[in-house]
């Protein structure tokens, strides 16, 4: 009976993490211009911090953690021009940088660079503290009470989460390095102009937030 409802719970969680994940914003667009212009695995290393940081906001909805939620939301103002910092220095570079071609060039990342993909995105997540109380408000559709230990289910809920989310970065990663293969060269300029011109956007939504 313990598994069954560990493997349901497991269900909601995967559920969970592609509700979170799902709606577009600065690193669901990082995660594709990263794919577009270094490939494959730049991209899925840039969705699994972005899941990991959810992972990391759903573990404190799931504890009840509110005061860890009160504190991020506090220091919303300086996470955000973080944030804002960030994707005008990123999306600069996607704007300044031509796209590379060919797997040598485009699908290449050493350690150091995937683990600076996913630091990079697990941070500008965390640059949205409001993240945890949509956590809050998806537990309560979904059943799930929270409480001040973790248990099997609250493991099982969490790896869920991450699993979940890590689907859908995969499926844009996938996306949109296969979409990468049908541009000519000036397709793939323009569509990192494109891009590099709306992380400039998401970065002056970020900077007006941060300074209301």
Request: aromatic share 12%.
């Given at each position: 009976m313990t598994a069954l409802v560990a493997d349901w719970i497991f269900?909601?969680?995967?559920?969970?993490?592609?509700?979170?994940?799902?709606?577009?914003?600065?690193?669901?667009?990082?995660?594709?211009?990263?794919?577009?212009?270094?490939?494959?695995?730049?991209?899925?290393?840039?969705?699994?911090?972005?899941?990991?940081?959810?992972?990391?906001f759903g573990a404190i909805a799931a504890l009840g953690l509110g005061f860890v939620a009160e504190a991020l939301v506090a220091h919303r103002a300086a996470l955000s021009l973080l944030g804002a910092f960030?994707?005008?220095?990123?999306?600069?570079?996607v704007l300044a940088a031509p796209p590379a071609r060919g797997h040598a060039s485009a699908d290449r990342d050493d350690a150091r660079g995937a683990a600076a993909d996913a630091l990079s995105a697990?941070?500008?997540?965390?640059?949205?503290?409001?993240?945890?109380?949509?956590?809050?408000?998806?537990?309560v559709a979904f059943g799930i009470e929270a409480?001040?230990?973790?248990?099997?289910?609250?493991?099982a809920l969490l790896v869920g989460i991450f699993?979940?989310?890590?689907?859908?970065?995969?499926?844009?990663?996938?996306?949109?390095?296969?979409?990468?293969a049908r541009f000519s060269d000036t397709g793939l300029a323009w569509a990192n102009r494109i891009a590099g011109l709306t992380i400039l956007g998401f970065a002056a939504a970020l900077l007006v937030q941060a300074l209301a």
């Open positions: 269900a909601k969680g995967l559920v969970i993490g592609l509700l979170i994940a799902a709606p577009v914003g600065p690193v669901n667009l990082l995660c594709a211009a990263r794919s577009l212009t270094r490939g494959w695995r730049a991209g899925m290393f840039s969705g699994l911090g972005a899941a990991a940081a959810d992972t990391a960030f994707l005008v220095v990123y999306g600069w570079r697990f941070a500008l997540t965390l640059a949205n503290p409001i993240t945890v109380f949509s956590f809050l408000g998806v537990y409480d001040a230990t973790i248990d099997r289910r609250d493991a699993l979940g989310a890590s689907a859908w970065w995969f499926t844009i990663a996938t996306a949109a390095s296969l979409l990468r």
